[in-house]
């Protein structure tokens, strides 16, 4: 994947978390719980997947900084990233 794919995947998740943001705001209103518990497991897994991405960029970018290929940097697993500290 290169940088742009990288973008345009982090606007794709964007765009569909804000979608299902707004339902669950929705639902709450209107008294559906069974929305917000549906959707809870996508949303967890689009916070995952946009933390990979978010990492796999600015390590691109690192590696591009350093003089190294960017194209050698993958995307790492989510337990890694969600570990993280700070």
């Known amino acids: 994947m290169d940088d742009d794919q990288i973008r345009a995947r982090i606007e794709e998740l964007e765009g569909e978390e804000r979608k299902l943001r707004d339902e669950e705001g929705a639902a709450a ?10 959707d809870a497991d ?5 916070k995952v997947e946009l933390d990979q991405l978010w990492d796999l960029l600015r390590r691109r970018e690192a590696a591009r900084r350093a ?3 960017p194209d ?6 989510g337990g890694t990233v969600e570990g993280y500290l700070g």
Do not use: K, W, Y
């Open 67 to 69: 003089g190294n290929d």
């Open 29 to 38: 209103e209107t008294n559906h719980p069974e929305v917000i518990e549906r």
């Open 42 to 46: 996508r949303l967890s897994a689009i």
């Open 72 to 77: 050698e940097q993958q995307l790492r697993g």
